[in-house]
């Protein structure tokens, strides 16, 4: 859920032009908009809030990013390192993963029973949990949101050898066989997904692959954009909350959450002269973005663990769980950051 990586613009007023390797704080603002989402969408239930849409965010931005790299590599090298690939992706998501896992472990055993700690470190560990999801056999898991996990990293099985294989031809049919993959599993999913939309792997795959085709679009010609880009992209993923909200979180909002990310994402990498991308950039939005993926590890086991110890709903705990999850995300990051740089700069 998480690209270390992120990209700076090269950018006039006039448009988009296709961005090189660096930091965009505002980016890490956009991941801290989708982790509050996720983060208040759970604990506030069983009352009703449309955030689940904060998780399209992330897969579209990632998509975005990882296909932008890859393809980057590519024009500098001639290919693709898979195994750099893969094990940079190890390295950067294992070590927070594995903490999380370590330390629940006896708080959920004790409180929920060690079959079901076992079970949910076993499915989270090998990215297994959508299985569990679509199954309906993990509901009321503790670690049942690591279901986004397994969707990202099982697409990144398939992703990098295939653009590498589309990249072989001409740029510009490596745009449409994207686009054309990405119209089809939004239509898989009306046709086939419709009811499980919130844990779906053909649906929420549709934002990984949207982000993708966005990023193969930037890098093969700039464009022009309106400064109202961003601002649409805000007003879809509202809308895509605002619907949620109301009724069950459908295909439809999914897909919505999907536009609106990808228009925020477009309208960030237009440039820093829009006001979203200077209030996206401020120091807390971007501090909080960079812990994004350690917050999404501890929030949801901290929920269940408080939810079963008070014997009630996560409305009644998420005031106190939220503060503790963000503590503990802070502190996890510190602790495994200096391992990932070491491992990064031994693989180098």
């Given at each position: 859920?998480?690209?270390?990586?992120?990209?700076?613009?090269?950018?006039?007023?006039?448009?988009?032009?296709?961005?090189?390797?660096?930091?965009?704080?505002?980016?890490?603002?956009l991941r801290a908009l989708a982790i509050v989402l996720v983060a208040v969408y759970h604990a506030v239930m069983p009352a009703h809030f449309g955030g689940a849409g904060g998780?399209?965010?992330?897969?579209?931005?990632?998509?975005?990013?990882?296909?932008?790299?890859?393809?980057?590599?590519?024009?500098?090298?001639?290919?693709?390192?898979?195994?750099?690939?893969?094990?940079?992706?190890?390295?950067?998501?294992?070590?927070p993963l594995l903490l999380m896992l370590a330390v629940v472990f006896v708080p959920i055993a004790v409180t929920m029973g060690v079959k079901t700690a076992l079970s949910g470190?076993?499915?989270?560990?090998?990215?297994?949990?959508?299985?569990?999801?679509?199954?309906?056999?993990?509901?009321?898991?503790?670690?049942?949101?690591?279901?986004?996990?397994?969707?990202?990293?099982?697409?990144?099985?398939?992703?990098?050898?295939?653009?590498?294989?589309?990249?072989?031809?001409?740029?510009r049919?490596?745009?449409?066989?994207?686009?054309?993959?990405?119209?089809?599993?939004?239509?898989?999913?009306?046709?086939a997904e419709a009811e499980s939309a919130e844990v779906s792997f053909i649906l929420r795959a549709c934002g990984l692959m949207a982000g993708c085709v966005l990023a193969l679009v930037l890098q093969r010609r700039a464009f022009s954009?309106?400064?109202?880009?961003?601002?649409?992209?805000?007003?879809?993923?509202?809308?895509?909350?605002?619907?949620?909200?109301?009724?069950?979180?459908?295909?439809?909002?999914?897909?919505?959450?999907?536009?609106?990310?990808?228009?925020?994402?477009?309208?960030?990498?237009?440039?820093?002269?829009?006001?979203?991308?200077k209030i996206l950039s401020v120091g807390p939005f971007a501090s909080l973005g960079r812990?994004?993926?350690?917050?999404?590890?501890?929030h949801y086991p901290v929920l269940c663990i408080l939810g079963v110890l008070n014997h009630s709903d996560w409305l009644e705990v998420g005031w106190l769980a939220l503060p503790i999850s963000l503590v503990l995300a802070v502190v996890a990051h510190r602790v495994t950051q200096p391992l990932i740089a070491r491992l990064r700069k031994s693989l180098a």
């Amino acid at each position: 859920m998480t690209v270390t990586q992120t990209l700076p613009v090269q950018s006039s007023a006039q448009g988009v032009r296709p961005p090189r390797l660096g930091y965009i704080p505002a980016l890490d603002g956009l991941r801290a908009l989708a982790i509050v989402l996720v983060a208040v969408y759970h604990a506030v239930m069983p009352a009703h809030f449309g955030g689940a849409g904060g998780v399209d965010v992330f897969f579209v931005l990632s998509g975005f990013l990882i296909t932008t790299l890859l393809v980057q590599e590519r024009r500098a090298t001639g290919t693709v390192s898979f195994r750099r690939f893969y094990t940079r992706r190890l390295v950067r998501l294992y070590p927070p993963l594995l903490l999380m896992l370590a330390v629940v472990f006896v708080p959920i055993a004790v409180t929920m029973g060690v079959k079901t700690a076992l079970s949910g470190s076993g499915l989270s560990l090998f990215y297994l949990m959508p299985v569990g999801a679509e199954s309906g056999s993990t509901m009321l898991s503790p670690y049942e949101h690591t279901w986004s996990l397994g969707v990202e990293e099982w697409f990144y099985f398939l992703w990098p050898p295939a653009l590498l294989l589309l990249l072989r031809g001409r740029r510009r049919w490596a745009v449409v066989a994207a686009a054309v993959a990405a119209a089809g599993l939004a239509v898989g999913a009306f046709v086939a997904e419709a009811e499980s939309a919130e844990v779906s792997f053909i649906l929420r795959a549709c934002g990984l692959m949207a982000g993708c085709v966005l990023a193969l679009v930037l890098q093969r010609r700039a464009f022009s954009v309106g400064r109202w880009v961003g601002l649409a992209g805000l007003a879809f993923l509202a809308l895509s909350v605002l619907r949620s909200s109301m009724a069950p979180f459908s295909t439809l909002d999914v897909l919505t959450a999907d536009l609106g990310a990808l228009l925020l994402v477009l309208g960030i990498m237009r440039g820093p002269q829009g006001l979203l991308h200077k209030i996206l950039s401020v120091g807390p939005f971007a501090s909080l973005g960079r812990v994004s993926y350690e917050i999404y590890l501890w929030h949801y086991p901290v929920l269940c663990i408080l939810g079963v110890l008070n014997h009630s709903d996560w409305l009644e705990v998420g005031w106190l769980a939220l503060p503790i999850s963000l503590v503990l995300a802070v502190v996890a990051h510190r602790v495994t950051q200096p391992l990932i740089a070491r491992l990064r700069k031994s693989l180098a």
